[in-house]
């Protein structure tokens, strides 16, 4: 059973930065896309950024130049560098992984909570 954890949320003031991580355990080959989401509260779960197993990365327009994804393969791990936050940028974020012969898997969730 493949499995996502992830950490790095919290609360900070308008301006500041947040890392967000998550980690895939358990039996699988290899994830082929991870993705970051985003629900806002009473709003429905949108995609952040999602990068390929190639390393090819994609951004919502909203966070563009302020957000970066990347992994660490050997770790089977995703990250998501948040910069120059903003209230509207408050939510739960999901991560989310395609695994290979599995399907997608989510993990739990993780509350960002900017304040102006």
């Known amino acids: 059973q493949v499995q996502l954890v992830e950490s790095g949320g919290g609360s900070v003031q308008a301006g500041g930065s947040l890392r967000l991580s998550c980690a895939a355990s358990g039996r699988f080959t290899g994830v082929n896309l991870w993705g970051w989401y985003r629900q806002g509260p009473g709003k429905e779960r949108d995609v952040v950024a999602n990068?390929?197993?190639?390393?090819?990365?994609n951004y919502a327009d909203s966070v563009k130049g302020r957000f970066s994804i990347s992994t660490d393969n050997a770790k089977n791990t995703v990250y998501l560098q948040m910069n120059n936050l903003n209230p509207e940028d408050s939510g739960v974020y999901y991560c989310a992984a395609l695994v290979s012969w599995i399907g997608t898997i989510w993990g739990q969730g993780t509350q960002v909570t900017v304040s102006s």
């Open positions: 990068i390929t197993r190639e390393g090819i990365a």
